[in-house]
């Protein structure tokens, strides 16, 4: 025992000297090209054309309509936090209640619609929602209606595409807490007398509140930063201020005050998380204790109103129908099928409307589609232009996930292993990219690379967009290595391998899954990055994303229906392969 404690020792001092600069690559990157160029926009909103300190940027923020603007923006963001958290977690509990093994394809169609362009998402809501749309021409076939509605255009179409598009962040954020939740707790409590309501929101509701609070900060957040779905689907009057951001840049080339609207933007964003801190606490996202005591008397007092509630309508029911068609859990678990059935459905089925209308032979959109044709994928194939951007899109999209693994896998590992002081601020360090908002990392990165000569250069697009990728990238290694056995290292090192043979032969194969899944995930989020690519990318250097972002303000046509069906059909394939990766990797345990 003591030659193999002394073969321990000196690889344990190695391991945790190297873990904490194993970081440094990582830390160094995001200081230069996060860090660095958002307070460099910070000082550009108290300067003037001249260089001189001035608050004029912030005098004409608070005059005009910018104001009107941010309030319109805060109302659309707390409507459609509301609507996704309500729509979502129906959808987690009935994934995490379920058998184990019986909800991969389930899961399927929660990844489809998170790994499919936003912008490909926000054109499938004009197919359903136009006045020649899916959902009037129905409507107006059964004779339900004579005139079709005025859906699209509306803050309706708004919130309604805006939640569509954040419901599968905000279903895997409440599932990876009610996973860990022990299912026998709601019987427990019903041999206790506890009726079936009052079990659920006294008993598991609050367990899984960590994931709710988690769910709810970031759908905010990134809502508030969100100018695709109200650019397409909403009027001048659901203006938010992400699309005046664009504005001050793209037509004023008024860089001061779209500096001062994005400081605006970071302060509200704060402002709600302290609330956020305030009312339940910030730790209630780890599931412990905050300031605002979540585990405390608000919560208490919100699930037992909520809990009689519910007791009160199962009662009003129960009284109307017979008793065994209401009573006992199967019932209770057939109505939550339904309704998770019907809530899947809302989140996959507006994808696959695309598909028929890409073979139209109309050169416009609506329903249904008239003949049958390929002249719309004939003009994508045939499209040097389009073709240039779809190229160039996957070369960055390779590029940004290999460069996300090279700094984020070494990250990964010094958080995992290494001890040093302060190692409990470096991942809310590596995550900030995700908390600000993306419009105003862009807006940054222009700013900086502009100095540098990288904006219209792919290296640009690579270093922007792996700034953004890097933090799924840490996230899932992370998650990977921690249920990963260390003392297989330990043992490989005892036999005399060297760390990188160890690496190689032992450490790599067995956590493989979890490297291929970040390099799916890091490429898919730099292929449909939009927001980078509007302000570094120039006309002749632009990405699929943007070349789609400038179809759709010309026209929407059926060409971008073909485009769409393509990515998706790219999007499942990629999904596909991931699933069949986990069910091996779960095979070979």
């Known amino acids: 025992m003591s030659a193999i404690a002394t073969a321990l020792k000196p690889s344990r001092k190695l391991l945790r000297l190297g873990g904490g600069f194993m970081l440094v690559p990582l830390l160094a990157f995001l200081a230069i090209f996060f860090i660095y160029p958002v307070f460099s926009m910070l000082t550009i909103s108290v300067t003037d054309r001249s260089g001189d300190f001035s608050w004029a940027n912030y005098i004409e923020l608070f005059e005009g309509r910018n104001i009107s603007v941010m309030l319109t923006t805060l109302n659309i963001s707390l409507w459609t936090t509301i609507v996704t958290i309500v729509l979502s977690y129906p959808v987690a509990y009935f994934l995490a209640t379920a058998r184990k093994g019986s909800t991969n394809a389930l899961m399927i169609v929660v990844l489809l619609p998170l790994w499919t362009s936003v912008l490909v998402r926000a054109f499938a809501w004009t197919i359903l929602l136009g006045r ?167 919560m208490r007092t919100i699930t037992a109103w909520l809990g009689s509630i519910t007791v009160a309508i199962s009662r009003v029911i129960g009284s109307i129908l017979p008793k065994k068609q209401w009573t006992g859990p199967r019932k209770g678990r057939a109505v939550l099928t339904v309704v998770t059935a019907l809530i899947l459905a809302f989140m996959a089925v507006p994808l696959f409307f695309l598909i028929p209308v890409s073979f139209t032979e109309s050169p416009f959109v609506e329903w249904p589609p008239r003949g049958f044709s390929l002249q719309w994928y004939e003009r994508y194939f045939s499209s040097p232009i389009w073709q240039e951007a779809t190229i160039r899109s996957v070369i960055v999209g390779i590029a940004t996930a290999i460069l996300s693994l090279l700094v984020g896998v070494p990250a990964a590992f010094g958080i995992n292993r290494a001890r040093f002081r302060g190692k409990g601020l470096v991942l809310p360090y590596i995550l900030l990219p995700l908390v600000v908002p993306n419009i105003i990392v862009a807006l940054a990165m222009f700013y900086f690379f502009s100095d540098l000569g990288l904006v219209g250069t792919n290296l640009g697009l690579i270093i922007g967009h792996t700034v953004l990728a890097v933090p799924y990238v840490v996230l899932t290694l992370v998650a990977v290595l921690q249920n990963y056995d260390y003392r297989l290292d330990q043992a490989a090192w005892t036999l005399g391998a060297k760390p990188l043979t160890t690496f190689r032969r032992i450490t790599l194969p067995l956590i493989k899954v979890g490297f291929i899944t970040s390099f799916l995930f890091a490429f898919m989020r730099s292929f449909d990055e939009i927001a980078v690519a509007l302000f570094v990318s120039s006309g002749l250097q632009s990405t699929l994303p943007k070349k789609l972002w400038s179809e759709a303000h010309i026209a929407v046509s059926p060409t971008l229906a073909a485009v769409s069906t393509i990515l998706i059909a790219v999007v499942a394939i990629v999904v596909l392969a991931s699933e069949l990766l986990n069910r091996r990797q779960v095979e070979q345990k």
């Open 132 to 298: 020649n749309g899916v959902i009037n021409s129905g409507l107006v076939s059964l004779g339900i209606i004579d005139v079709p509605l005025d859906m699209l255009f509306t803050f309706f179409s708004v919130v309604v595409s805006m939640s569509h598009a954040l419901m599968p962040i905000a279903v895997l954020s409440m599932l990876s807490t009610m996973q860990n939740i022990d299912r026998n707790l709601e019987s427990a409590a019903a041999t206790l007398g506890a009726e079936p309501g009052n079990a659920f929101w006294r008993v598991y509701f609050p367990i899984s509140f960590p994931g709710v609070a988690s769910a709810a900060l970031v759908t905010f957040i990134v809502s508030v930063g969100i100018f695709v779905q109200p650019a397409l689907l909403g009027s001048p009057s659901e203006t938010m201020i992400a699309q005046v951001l664009i504005q001050q840049i793209d037509e004023l080339f008024n860089w001061g005050l779209a500096a001062a609207i994005s400081v605006m933007v970071l302060v509200i964003s704060i402002i709600f998380i302290l609330v956020f801190d305030k009312l339940l606490g910030i730790a209630t996202i780890t599931g412990s204790t905050g300031s605002g005591g979540a585990s405390g008397s608000m």
